[in-house]
């Protein structure tokens, strides 16, 4: 925009000002955060803070976790952050030079805990049925279970629902090992137990002197 002052007086002089030139702007800057998504990290150290921010005007840029101390963005360019385990909100504020402000803001959840696997059945021994049950548990100290597998020998093989099953296996020397994802993406595992199955009956053997269908 652009005023300019005149004025008369009775006797018909006239004076006026400069003309001073002026803009008016009420938008606020445009503001789109990509990340931090609402979803749940497996970790919680360089967390990424990427945003679009457009305005011909815009001098600032800042963020802050939880409604605590606001941390300034250099350049208003993208950056990274470090949180704790848990639930967050992050907040993003970008201002322009004459004060408009647009704000944003996103939950998710920071998960570092990995998940917990331990072996009941089978334990380190012999096993005369080629039937040996596989009991375990599995347990998450902050999300949701996923999924588990075992390890059999060194093939991998899905546990549906982590659920306990019955192996059916050949004689001989065996190991097992369950792994467990959580929702995060976590993994952990139990310990590998090694175990043997031996289903051949023992064989008596007689030798000289032979019985003679007499009675003992």
């Known amino acids: ?19 001073i030139n002026f803009s008016v702007d009420t938008t606020a800057p445009s503001l789109a955060l990509q990340r931090p998504e609402n979803i749940t990290y497996n970790f919680n150290v360089s967390l990424p803070l ?19 101390a606001n941390t300034t963005i250099a350049g208003c360019a993208n950056a990274t952050f ?42 380190n021994t012999t096993f005369a049925s080629s039937s040996v049950n596989l009991s375990y548990t599995v347990n ?3 999300g949701a279970i996923d ?13 549906p629902s982590c659920a306990n099953q019955t192996m ?10 369950v792994y467990v994802n959580d929702t995060a993406g976590n993994i952990g595992n139990s310990s590998r137990i090694f ?13 000289p002197p032979a019985p003679n269908n007499e009675t003992i």
Not at 147 to 159: M, P, V, Y
Not at 196 to 203: E, G, I, L, Y
């Open 82 to 123: 470090n949180t704790t385990q848990g639930s967050h909100i992050l907040f993003l504020c970008a201002n322009d030079t004459v004060g408009n402000i647009n704000r944003t803001n996103v939950t998710f959840t920071a998960d570092i805990t990995n998940p917990t696997a331990a072996i009941q059945s089978p334990t």
């Open 168 to 177: 059916n296996l050949s004689d001989g020397q065996h190991n097992v090992k």
């Open 195 to 207: 175990f043997t199955v031996d289903t051949t009956a023992f064989t008596i053997v007689f030798v």
């Open 140 to 142: 998450d100290g902050f």
């Open 50 to 68: 990427n945003y679009t921010v457009s305005d011909a005007a815009t001098t600032a840029c800042s963020f802050n976790l939880d409604n605590g």
């Open 147 to 159: 999924r588990c597998a075992r390890e059999l020998d060194g093939t991998n093989t899905s546990l």
């Open 1 to 19: 925009h652009k005023v300019k002052v005149y004025v008369n007086d009775t006797g018909g002089n006239q004076n006026f000002t400069a003309a």
